[in-house]
């Protein structure tokens, strides 16, 4: 039987998180022993009762726990404690709860995708689970215990030392509409609402400039549902005269149908087309996040598409895995604990998954 643990020192972290934080927000999940507003979704099971959540780490401490606003505080005890390093919610406090219902609509609902194996499960754009997600911080004294993202900053020298310089950096980012910010809560693709996190390619941007103290611009040619076979639709004049350092190119979530060989060709064909205006232009590949095994014909080869772009792997091309980290997370957790859409989207907390893996890459070994 899962034991109860009694309701904790609520001054067990420095300082309350009750609003975006570049710096809180870009700590790296896999360091320190504090964890700082993980998402988690709240839901009730078919009998009614509510589903233990298990969090990134087994917990030590719950420091807070707030809505996904982070406008209103829970209390330990009354609305929720903690049981065996997890989280539970008190079927008699203030935290709303999803119902199964509702995560699980009727086929025929105008939010329902398929579900694997028969049924319906809830997608819904914009802001939506944010609104139905909590935050928690909370200390843990286990390990990540699985694959860290490398210090790369050897693999793109040029763009590291004009950094040090502090030179004006330019950057060109391409990809899908994870690279377009969705579902940040900060952007019109998460809802525009507290508490405003930004995209992660801007989180990543700012602490640049923060630790090196340069300037730094970029351009983003990015659009939603696009796959990497766009660069052979994509038009020439996009890559004439592209003034940058450093191009990112994030394809791959899109890609279900994509057999590795052409997802290798396709973003090799994009490299060379940027490289032939820009010979000494440096890259970052991303590989995705995972899309979710529920919802059907979603998730297929996106797993693999990390080993495509570490064969690119060398000098002036630096990979942001982004899919191990998710991969770790999902051994604990939930996908709805981490999602804008519950397809293949997002929410702020893997959009800092994103920024921290990406930050990753600039540091040195």
Same mark, same amino acid.
């Given at each position: 039987?899962?034991?109860?643990?009694?309701? &904790?020192?609520?001054?067990?972290?420095?300082?309350?998180?009750?609003?975006?934080?570049? #710096?809180?927000?870009?700590? !790296?999940?896999?360091?320190?022993?504090?964890?700082?507003?993980?998402?988690?979704?709240?839901?009730?099971? =078919?009998?009614?009762?509510?589903?233990?959540?298990?969090?990134?780490?087994?917990?030590? *401490?719950?420091?807070?726990?707030?809505?996904?606003?982070? %406008? $209103?505080?829970?209390?330990?005890? *009354?609305?929720?404690?903690?049981?065996?390093? =997890?989280?539970?919610?008190? @079927?008699?406090?203030?935290? !709303? $709860?999803?119902?199964?219902?509702?995560?699980? @609509?009727?086929?025929?609902?105008?939010?329902?995708?398929?579900?694997?194996?028969?049924?319906?499960?809830?997608?819904?754009? /914009? /802001?939506?689970?944010?609104?139905?997600?909590?935050?928690?911080?909370?200390?843990? %004294?286990?390990?990540?215990?699985?694959?860290? !993202?490398?210090? &790369?900053?050897?693999?793109?020298?040029?763009?590291?030392?004009?950094?040090?310089?502090?030179?004006? $950096?330019?950057?060109?980012?391409?990809?899908?509409?994870?690279?377009?910010?969705?579902?940040? %809560?900060?952007?019109?693709? /998460?809802?525009?609402?507290?508490?405003?996190? @930004?995209?992660?390619?801007?989180?990543?941007?700012? =602490?640049?400039?923060?630790?090196?103290?340069?300037?730094?611009?970029? $351009?983003?040619?990015? *659009?939603?549902?696009?796959?990497?076979?766009?660069?052979?639709?994509?038009?020439?004049?996009?890559?004439?005269?592209?003034?940058?350092?450093?191009?990112?190119?994030?394809?791959?979530?899109?890609?279900?149908?994509?057999?590795?060989?052409?997802?290798?060709?396709?973003?090799?064909?994009?490299?060379?087309?940027?490289?032939?205006?820009? @010979? #000494?232009?440096?890259?970052?590949?991303?590989?995705?996040?995972?899309?979710?095994?529920?919802?059907?014909?979603?998730?297929?080869?996106?797993?693999?598409?990390?080993?495509?772009?570490? /064969?690119?792997?060398?000098?002036?091309?630096?990979?942001?895995?982004?899919?191990?980290?998710?991969?770790?997370?999902?051994?604990?957790?939930?996908?709805?604990?981490?999602?804008?859409?519950?397809?293949?989207?997002?929410?702020?907390?893997?959009?800092?998954?994103?920024?921290?893996?990406?930050?990753?890459?600039?540091?040195?070994?």
């Amino acid at each position: 039987m899962c034991r109860r643990i009694a309701m &904790q020192d609520k001054k067990c972290c420095e300082e309350e998180s009750s609003s975006y934080n570049l #710096d809180r927000y870009m700590i !790296p999940i896999w360091q320190g022993n504090t964890v700082y507003n993980e998402s988690v979704l709240p839901l009730k099971g =078919k009998d009614g009762s509510i589903t233990v959540l298990e969090l990134a780490y087994v917990a030590d *401490r719950i420091c807070e726990v707030r809505s996904s606003d982070l %406008s $209103v505080l829970y209390e330990e005890g *009354r609305d929720y404690w903690l049981m065996d390093g =997890k989280l539970c919610i008190s @079927p008699d406090g203030r935290i !709303p $709860v999803m119902t199964c219902t509702e995560y699980y @609509p009727d086929i025929k609902n105008e939010n329902a995708k398929n579900r694997t194996g028969g049924g319906g499960i809830l997608f819904i754009e /914009g /802001g939506f689970f944010h609104t139905k997600q909590l935050s928690v911080t909370y200390t843990h %004294s286990d390990v990540w215990g699985d694959k860290i !993202p490398e210090a &790369q900053a050897d693999l793109i020298p040029k763009t590291v030392q004009k950094l040090k310089n502090k030179e004006k $950096v330019r950057m060109a980012f391409f990809g899908d509409s994870i690279y377009t910010g969705c579902n940040a %809560s900060g952007t019109p693709f /998460g809802g525009d609402q507290p508490p405003f996190m @930004p995209s992660w390619f801007d989180m990543v941007t700012e =602490k640049l400039k923060k630790i090196y103290g340069g300037e730094i611009e970029y $351009v983003n040619h990015s *659009r939603g549902g696009r796959k990497s076979f766009w660069v052979n639709e994509a038009p020439d004049e996009l890559f004439e005269g592209l003034a940058a350092d450093i191009a990112w190119i994030g394809y791959g979530m899109n890609d279900r149908e994509t057999s590795l060989d052409e997802y290798s060709e396709n973003i090799k064909k994009m490299m060379q087309k940027i490289r032939r205006r820009n @010979p #000494d232009i440096e890259f970052i590949l991303t590989s995705p996040m995972l899309a979710n095994k529920e919802a059907d014909g979603y998730y297929r080869l996106q797993y693999r598409f990390i080993e495509v772009l570490n /064969g690119f792997k060398g000098n002036g091309v630096a990979v942001m895995d982004v899919t191990s980290v998710h991969t770790r997370l999902l051994k604990r957790k939930a996908y709805r604990d981490m999602t804008g859409n519950n397809i293949n989207h997002p929410n702020d907390f893997l959009c800092r998954m994103y920024a921290q893996t990406a930050l990753q890459c600039f540091m040195e070994k």
